[in-house]
């Protein structure tokens, strides 16, 4: 029979081992994903009063990286975040980076910080605060703030989880280019380069309708150089964006955008909605920083599986 002590020990031990950090299995990586749930919310919180705007048309990814572990907490880096909400009829991009941490002493605990872009506005910082709630951990289902849902404030609900490798759709690119230099009514030069390298789709289901799909674009490793040069190492594209297509009636379009850094300058590379989509997987798309008008960056961009 045990004994009085010995209940107690054991108690403390299944306690300690519930609260203790998780430990990390790796440090790659791990691409994660908004799931039904999520939600964007921007208005007024008590005190205050004015209209409280809030949709569930948020969706995406970010990556999430094992950085250290404390005491009382496994920490990580969250990286490249990759999200899109629909606002008023406009898909609206937000962007950033930040930390997660999960643990605690007593229960298991979790906080995420991010530092957001939303739209054309000026990065602001939203926190969840330490909270409860990460026992469900590698899942994530946690509340950012701006304000701590104080008055006029911008909250985002972030429920999400690992992507499954089995969802990945890699696409190598094949006769592209990409052009830099001026397009009309603009006159100067315009240079050619051979574009090469890869991305990844990952399927968005909390986006898709009956005539909408969509992907977020992870993984963009792309190099380009003149023709029958080697690949100058300050022409190395890296990014993530999206990808949709869009069918209406008998005819297809898809737009895709992406957020891509080269030589540590990030630009915006959209193609805008245009005509197309209807040979998916392959993609045939062009893109670019200025809409192909005056001085732009330009990829004319063929990919397949």
């Given at each position: 029979m045990l004994t009085r002590r010995c209940v107690l020990m054991l108690g403390l031990a299944a306690l300690f081992l519930a609260a203790a950090p998780l430990r990390a299995q790796s440090t790659a990586p791990v691409l994660y994903r908004l799931d039904a749930g999520s939600a964007f919310h921007r208005g007024c919180y008590p005190p205050c009063t004015c209209p409280l705007f809030s949709t569930d048309n948020i969706r995406g990814t970010y990556t999430l990286t094992f950085d250290h572990a404390d005491p009382l907490f496994n920490w990580y880096k969250v990286k490249n975040v990759n999200w899109v909400v629909t606002i008023d009829g406009s898909d609206v991009r937000i962007t950033g980076e930040g930390t997660y941490r999960v643990g605690g002493q007593v229960a298991v605990q979790q906080q995420m910080t991010l530092k957001l872009v939303v739209g054309s506005?000026?990065?602001?910082?939203?926190?969840?605060?330490?909270?409860?709630?990460?026992?469900?951990?590698?899942?994530?289902?946690?509340t950012i703030s701006v304000n701590g849902m104080y008055c006029f404030d911008t909250v985002i609900d972030v429920k999400s989880s690992p992507v499954p490798a089995s969802e990945f759709l890699h696409e190598k690119l094949y006769n592209s280019t990409y052009e830099e230099g001026c397009f009309p009514p603009c006159q100067c030069p315009l240079y050619y380069f051979n574009a090469t390298g890869a991305c990844d789709l990952v399927p968005l289901p909390n986006a898709s309708t009956p005539i909408r799909q969509e992907w977020a674009v992870v993984n963009v490793d792309w190099k380009v150089a003149p023709p029958g040069l080697p690949t100058p190492t300050d022409r190395h594209f890296l990014g993530f964006g999206t990808y949709y297509i869009l069918q209406v009636g008998p005819s297809a379009q898809n737009q895709m955008t992406l957020d891509l850094t080269d030589s540590g300058t990030t630009k915006r590379f959209d193609s805008g909605r245009v005509s197309g989509g209807t040979q998916f997987p392959n993609i045939d798309i062009n893109l670019s920083v200025n809409g192909f008008y005056c001085y732009d960056q330009a990829f004319f961009l063929h990919m397949k599986p």
């Open positions: 506005e000026a990065a602001q910082t939203f926190d969840s605060g330490l909270v409860g709630g990460g026992g469900d951990f590698p899942k994530i289902n946690i």
